[in-house]
């Protein structure tokens, strides 16, 4: 490398920056569209060419939230002053808000599946990550027959994709019983990641040197104690890289969901869709639905942030 | 009062078999430097005694009770590694506090620990730091103090300054003498580097190919080496080795190197002694260090001619390369008395000095002159 750079070579780095630029502004641009949307008034949704500039609003959020129907009749204005200022906003849009009997807020079904979602992919990722772990110290410490076998064999579970599986797992699930569960799709979620979850973690426990596990065992600690103390803490990095790719491979799973689940334990993924082909579709809600199931990841990765770019600092091992 | 024994240890990696039938007794206090080539079974053996790896055969006992089931927590005895394996999470104090914390000390009971032994070691001002912050030779400082910390029955020492720079090798090897007259616990040193068993052993013990070649005091494996392992392992410059035969010659014996035309004179006692050794006299395996080759610039009595080849000045000593027959014999004289390559000089090897090996063994003939 020359150690001056020329102002050709500069130039060029510049051009690489706007290359740059563009390439990340073409791969942001549907998600701000998604974003946009969200915020958008109905009618501007769907305009040819889209709108770009306009006074966003909350009332998709409101209407995601609510279960609502068409107005026959405008709300009498005693009516529409009494209603509270997101009613208005249902209002405005030519519905109204479902109440019950006793005039309680019926939601509509995006905060359960939004919840079971949340249950879901936290749950799956905790024990897939949790079992991956150990599971990778095992094979990572100690001396395994056919350890390799082993490992081909726990890869291989990941070489199907889901739809070939999904149709027996239905029939399977349909005799226990764990049709539309919670514990159904948790189950089947660990199961699905756990052996990327142990590969992943067999390559971070390989590179931890076992001269740490080693100085603690002869400074009086057992193996277990050991393992929490000295490798999990060293393994942190690895342990929060693997749970975001869980995170995100259990959050965004659908087909699975749309087989395996219709109600109760039904997540956002297949829920999401379902809403464009009911009635006449209202893009501004479904997009805020969309929006709103990009955050989960958005905030874990964004606070994991450090650890997935950390990579290894082992800073105290002469080699 | 801590003694280590190992009897009859066993070790195989896989078909290898690392140590064969070790037998070795330490003393309380002792300082045992275990030597050899890497690969030699010397680490092993070290591991073998911290309860980090198993043994196949034999016993390891500390204060004369078999320990090989015990788990290394249950051994009481703290190891330094090469690596130093500072766990990089925690800061010096933690570090060091790590083996207290094990043995659920208090906390006024730890903190009065950690801080004395930093006092010790000189390191007070790196307690609140992470390892990653730290030099190789406070990183050192801070192993010794977490295997020091909790008082162990022995201390084991896996190349600690390997992987220093030379100076600070030094440094740390004065150090770790200092340390140890001063705390004075049983410890068991694994190196390579036999500059460093020298200056640190009471005992050294030398190893090569798992087999146990010799133990003693440094002096002993300096002057009587037991084979020519040993010969040529220790010292620096390496002992000269050459393949002589020994004959009578009126008064006194006749050391001739391969390919010479003339012999070395030696008493004629070397021929009684070879004689009780019951060898064959015309192949023999002479040692004799740099030092025991002397160099005269003039024809002198005893003294056979010979080309100087080699020469390498090293500050305080020359190395000067000598041709004898067919061979080389090094001889180490004062800076700068031989002049040239190429110029003829006088050498004549000194008796004391000489070591006699079997040829086929490597084994010391035990010859005292």
Same mark, same amino acid.
């Given at each position: 490398?020359? =150690?001056?750079?020329?102002?050709?070579?500069?130039?060029?780095?510049?051009?690489?920056?706007?290359?740059?630029?563009?390439?990340?502004?073409?791969?942001?641009?549907?998600?701000?569209?998604?974003?946009?949307?969200?915020?958008?008034?109905?009618?501007?949704?769907?305009?040819?060419?889209?709108?770009?500039?306009?006074?966003?609003?909350?009332?998709?959020?409101?209407?995601?939230?609510?279960?609502?129907?068409?107005?026959?009749?405008?709300?009498?204005?005693?009516?529409?002053?009494?209603?509270p200022w997101w009613e208005r906003?249902?209002?405005?849009?030519?519905?109204?808000?479902?109440?019950?009997?006793?005039?309680?807020?019926?939601?509509?079904?995006?905060?359960?599946?939004?919840?079971?979602?949340?249950?879901?992919?936290?749950?799956?990722?905790?024990?897939?990550?949790?079992?991956?772990?150990?599971?990778?110290? %095992?094979?990572? *410490?100690?001396?395994?027959?056919?350890?390799?076998?082993?490992?081909?064999?726990?890869?291989?579970?990941?070489?199907?994709?889901?739809?070939?599986?999904?149709?027996?797992?239905?029939?399977?699930?349909?005799?226990?019983?764990?049709?539309?569960?919670?514990?159904?799709?948790?189950?089947?979620?660990?199961?699905?990641?756990?052996?990327?979850?142990?590969?992943?973690?067999?390559?971070?426990?390989?590179?931890?040197?076992?001269?740490?596990?080693?100085?603690?065992? /002869?400074?009086?600690?057992?193996?277990?104690?050991?393992?929490?103390?000295?490798?999990?803490?060293? =393994?942190?990095?690895?342990?929060?890289?693997?749970?975001?790719?869980?995170?995100?491979?259990?959050?965004?799973?659908?087909?699975?969901?749309?087989?395996?689940?219709?109600?109760?334990?039904?997540?956002?993924?297949?829920?999401?869709?379902?809403?464009?082909?009911?009635?006449?579709?209202?893009?501004?809600?479904?997009?805020?639905?969309?929006?709103?199931?990009?955050?989960?990841?958005?905030?874990?990765?964004?606070?994991?942030?450090?650890?997935?770019?950390?990579?290894?600092?082992?800073?105290?091992?002469?080699? | 009062?801590?003694?280590?024994?190992?009897?009859?240890?066993?070790?195989?990696?896989?078909?290898?078999?690392?140590?064969?039938?070790?037998?070795?007794?330490?003393?309380?206090?002792?300082?045992?430097?275990?030597?050899?080539?890497?690969?030699?079974?010397?680490?092993?053996?070290?591991?073998?005694?911290?309860?980090?790896?198993?043994?196949?055969?034999?016993?390891?006992?500390?204060?004369?009770?078999?320990?090989?089931?015990?788990?290394?927590?249950?051994?009481?005895?703290?190891?330094?590694?090469?690596?130093?394996?500072?766990?990089? !999470?925690?800061?010096?104090?933690?570090?060091?506090?790590?083996?207290?914390?094990?043995?659920?000390?208090?906390?006024?009971?730890?903190? %009065?620990?950690?801080?004395?032994?930093?006092?010790? #070691?000189?390191?007070?001002?790196?307690?609140?730091?992470?390892?990653?912050?730290?030099?190789?030779?406070?990183?050192?400082?801070?192993?010794?103090?977490?295997? #020091?910390?909790?008082?162990?029955?022995?201390? #084991?020492m896996d190349e600690p300054i390997?992987?220093?720079?030379?100076?600070?090798?030094?440094?740390?090897?004065?150090?770790?003498?200092?340390?140890?007259?001063?705390?004075?616990?049983?410890?068991?040193?694994?190196?390579?580097?036999?500059?460093?068993?020298?200056?640190?052993?009471?005992?050294?013990?030398?190893?090569?190919?798992?087999?146990?070649?010799?133990?003693?005091?440094?002096?002993?494996?300096?002057? !009587?080496?037991?084979?020519?392992?040993?010969?040529?392992?220790?010292?620096?410059?390496?002992?000269?080795?050459?393949?002589?035969?020994?004959?009578?010659? %009126?008064?006194?014996?006749? /050391?001739?190197?391969?390919?010479?035309?003339?012999?070395?004179?030696?008493?004629?006692?070397?021929v009684g002694q070879l004689d009780?050794?019951?060898?064959?006299?015309?192949?023999?395996?002479?040692?004799? *260090?740099?030092?025991?080759?002397?160099?005269?610039?003039?024809?002198?009595?005893?003294?056979?001619?010979?080309?100087?080849?080699?020469?390498?000045?090293?500050?305080?000593?020359?190395? /000067?390369?000598?041709?004898?027959?067919?061979?080389?014999?090094?001889?180490?004289?004062?800076?700068?008395?031989?002049?040239?390559?190429?110029?003829?000089?006088?050498?004549? #090897?000194?008796?004391?000095?000489?070591?006699?090996?079997?040829?086929?063994?490597?084994?010391?003939?035990?010859?005292?002159?």
């Amino acid at each position: 490398m020359a =150690a001056v750079t020329t102002s050709a070579e500069r130039s060029l780095n510049k051009l690489a920056i706007v290359g740059v630029l563009i390439v990340t502004m073409i791969f942001l641009a549907p998600i701000y569209w998604i974003a946009s949307t969200a915020f958008k008034p109905r009618n501007l949704a769907t305009t040819i060419p889209p709108t770009v500039v306009f006074q966003p609003e909350i009332s998709p959020f409101v209407k995601l939230f609510t279960k609502r129907s068409q107005l026959r009749t405008a709300p009498t204005p005693e009516q529409y002053a009494a209603a509270p200022w997101w009613e208005r906003l249902v209002f405005d849009g030519g519905e109204k808000v479902v109440r019950s009997g006793r005039g309680e807020v019926q939601w509509s079904g995006y905060p359960s599946r939004f919840m079971n979602s949340l249950i879901v992919a936290i749950t799956s990722t905790i024990l897939a990550v949790g079992m991956g772990t150990f599971t990778a110290y %095992g094979f990572s *410490r100690f001396k395994i027959k056919g350890e390799q076998d082993l490992l081909f064999f726990i890869l291989s579970t990941r070489m199907l994709p889901p739809v070939v599986v999904a149709i027996p797992m239905f029939l399977m699930y349909r005799v226990v019983g764990l049709n539309d569960t919670h514990w159904g799709l948790i189950i089947l979620y660990t199961a699905f990641n756990l052996s990327f979850s142990v590969w992943l973690m067999k390559g971070f426990m390989d590179e931890i040197p076992k001269e740490y596990e080693e100085a603690a065992l /002869v400074d009086g600690y057992t193996r277990m104690e050991a393992f929490f103390k000295i490798v999990l803490p060293e =393994a942190a990095t690895g342990i929060a890289a693997t749970a975001v790719f869980c995170f995100i491979t259990a959050w965004n799973e659908y087909a699975f969901a749309l087989i395996m689940t219709n109600r109760r334990a039904q997540t956002a993924p297949p829920f999401i869709p379902s809403q464009v082909g009911s009635g006449l579709p209202d893009w501004t809600v479904i997009a805020a639905g969309t929006f709103l199931f990009l955050l989960p990841v958005a905030i874990f990765t964004f606070l994991l942030r450090n650890h997935l770019l950390r990579g290894m600092s082992f800073g105290a091992i002469r080699k | 009062m801590t003694q280590i024994e190992l009897r009859g240890v066993q070790k195989f990696f896989g078909a290898v078999q690392v140590i064969k039938d070790l037998n070795l007794k330490i003393d309380d206090n002792e300082f045992i430097v275990l030597l050899g080539q890497s690969g030699c079974g010397k680490t092993t053996t070290l591991r073998a005694i911290a309860g980090l790896e198993t043994i196949d055969g034999g016993d390891v006992l500390i204060d004369g009770k078999p320990v090989q089931h015990l788990k290394a927590a249950d051994r009481d005895i703290a190891m330094v590694f090469q690596s130093f394996s500072l766990y990089p !999470h925690m800061s010096v104090y933690e570090n060091i506090a790590f083996p207290l914390r094990a043995m659920r000390k208090s906390k006024a009971e730890i903190d %009065g620990e950690v801080r004395s032994v930093a006092k010790v #070691l000189q390191i007070t001002d790196l307690l609140g730091k992470k390892p990653s912050a730290l030099s190789g030779g406070d990183m050192q400082r801070v192993a010794i103090g977490r295997a #020091l910390v909790r008082r162990p029955k022995a201390m #084991l020492m896996d190349e600690p300054i390997g992987a220093l720079d030379a100076k600070l090798r030094e440094e740390m090897r004065a150090e770790i003498k200092r340390l140890h007259i001063k705390q004075g616990s049983t410890t068991i040193y694994v190196t390579h580097d036999q500059i460093e068993a020298m200056s640190l052993a009471d005992r050294i013990v030398i190893m090569h190919e798992g087999v146990l070649q010799q133990v003693g005091s440094p002096t002993e494996v300096y002057t !009587h080496p037991a084979n020519l392992f040993v010969a040529q392992f220790v010292g620096s410059p390496v002992m000269n080795v050459a393949n002589a035969a020994v004959t009578m010659n %009126g008064s006194g014996a006749r /050391v001739t190197v391969d390919g010479a035309a003339e012999g070395f004179l030696f008493p004629a006692e070397l021929v009684g002694q070879l004689d009780a050794a019951n060898v064959e006299q015309d192949r023999l395996a002479l040692g004799i *260090r740099p030092e025991g080759v002397m160099v005269s610039r003039e024809p002198a009595d005893g003294y056979l001619p010979v080309e100087a080849h080699i020469i390498e000045p090293l500050g305080s000593y020359d190395i /000067v390369d000598l041709k004898v027959g067919a061979q080389m014999l090094r001889a180490r004289t004062r800076s700068g008395f031989v002049g040239k390559p190429g110029v003829q000089v006088f050498a004549k #090897l000194d008796p004391a000095q000489a070591h006699f090996f079997d040829t086929t063994s490597g084994a010391s003939l035990g010859v005292r002159l």
